[in-house]
């Protein structure tokens, strides 16, 4: 009865199934070893200390961010330059934007310090002046931003003086020096009162360490991997049963003859034989002059 697994028209069948199932557990696998590894990242965050309270050391020791250093206070040294405005930022559901500088260290390199965030629309008038020569900031070290960040303003478009992500790939361009690719945050106003009106900006947690909307995903793709692998394993028994049941019916003569007629021609085909075998003309069928009887 089941003979027909053996033709060619199921064969193809048989390989689609057996290359889709185990690719399908493969990918299902891989998303939830994703999910898995987030929420050991998770964990392992919430478990770890503060990194704001633990010593500061020199940028240069903490670099390249990662994270362990992401959130580490850094100490710097230079004097500012370069001023930007990076607008759509909220700071407790507040709308406003960052303020930042450019601090030029002695290795010729600059280094972008948010020095606090203002509400409102950006805009200079209302912009705290940066401190004057030589100064030493210590701030919570960051990663460049991308645009997945939130925040980020990756339309363009956008006034003079102002960028849409912290990032040395983006300041990079806007600045006749090098960058660092980091930046950090001022935890507290500056001294002086100079940024006595900026709130400090909190230092974001390292990407990845959260069990944020992506890790979720993961999760969700996970199902649908495992769900494809069964709908493709239950597809596969649904049609074999319906060709055995097929063949049942036919070989008990539940099928009227013309369909068993094209059943059997269809079958025939599938397992080689010509669709169009010409007919014998010796057949009772045909007369002497080999004109079928009518």
Known sequence: ????????????????????????????????????????????????PDPSTRAAKPLDALLPVDKVTSGRPAIATGTYADQFLVPGRKLDDRQGFYVLNMLRTASGKALPVVRGWLPGSATDARVPAAPKGEVTVTG?????????????????????????????????????????????????????????????????????????????????????????????????????????????????????????????ETMAAAEGAPKDAPEDPSSPDYDVASTPVR
């Not at 027909?4 to 299902?28: D, E, K, Q, S």
């Not at 925040?151 to 300041?171: C, D, E, F, K, Y």
């Not at 900006?201 to 390292?206: F, T």
């Open 1 to 48: 009865m089941y003979r027909f697994l053996l033709t060619p028209r199921w064969w193809g069948i048989n390989l689609f199934v057996v290359l889709a199932i185990p690719f399908c557990v493969f990918m299902g696998t891989w998303q939830l070893g994703r999910f898995e590894d987030r929420v050991q990242s998770h964990e392992q965050a919430e478990k770890a």
């Open 140 to 264: 919570d070290l960051q990663a460049s931003e991308n645009t997945h960040s939130d925040g980020v303003n990756v339309r363009g478009g956008l006034p003079s003086g102002q960028v849409g992500m912290i990032s040395a790939a983006t300041l990079v361009n806007l600045v006749p020096y090098d960058v660092y690719d980091a930046w950090v945050t001022l935890p507290e106003a500056e001294a002086g009162g100079t940024g006595g009106a900026m709130k400090p900006v909190p230092a974001a947690a390292p990407e990845g360490s959260g069990l944020d909307l992506k890790a979720f995903q993961n999760l969700g793709y996970t199902g649908e991997w495992f769900v494809f692998a069964a709908f493709v394993l239950f597809m596969w028994f649904r049609l074999v049963r319906r060709e055995a049941e097929a063949e049942r019916d036919i070989a008990l003569g539940l099928v009227p003859e013309e369909a068993a007629a094209e059943a059997s």
